[in-house]
């Protein structure tokens, strides 16, 4: 159908991650949807290969990517389940219309399974990628139907 996205993307601070999603990002593909490239890296870029090697010997004793304020983090979270478990009867109506009518009860049930991560304490301000794992591990595990591929 047509539409359009627009992805914000906060970039870790450590040059060499950043480059390294940001190369990952430019490098060519063949895919319907994704057919634009910068086709150039980041200035003084390394190649994958080489930032992804570093990484992988440090990543286990990452320090946490901690929230500016961790109450608003979890607050916006459950503001966003909360507002998607609100819009399910509108999202059900309107992919019913237009699809199997089952998109508004697969984000209503992955939006209830996130905020148990909220309780359970898994996801939190606390380390961001640490809660950003959780909440795709929530979707892969607990959404149905294309959604929970899609998301997680």
Do not use: Y
Request: aromatic share 4%.
């Amino acid at each position: 159908m047509p539409g359009f996205s627009i992805t914000l993307l906060l970039l870790p601070e450590e040059r060499q991650q950043s480059d390294l999603i940001l190369s990952l990002l430019d490098e060519p593909t063949e895919t319907p949807g994704w057919k634009w490239s910068s086709r150039f890296p980041p200035a003084g870029a390394q190649s994958p290969s080489e930032i992804s090697s570093t990484i992988s010997a440090t990543d286990k004793s990452r320090a946490p990517l901690k929230a500016p304020d961790p109450s608003a983090f979890i607050l916006a979270v459950k503001n966003a389940c909360n507002a998607l478990i609100r819009a399910e009867p509108e999202i059900t109506r309107m992919d019913t219309i237009a699809g199997d009518g089952d998109c508004g009860l697969t984000l209503k049930g992955g939006a209830t399974a996130v905020l148990q991560a909220v309780k359970e304490g898994k996801v939190s301000g606390e380390d961001i990628v640490s809660s950003l794992i959780a909440i795709s591990q929530v979707a892969e595990e607990q959404m149905g139907g294309t959604s929970g591929a899609l998301f997680s």
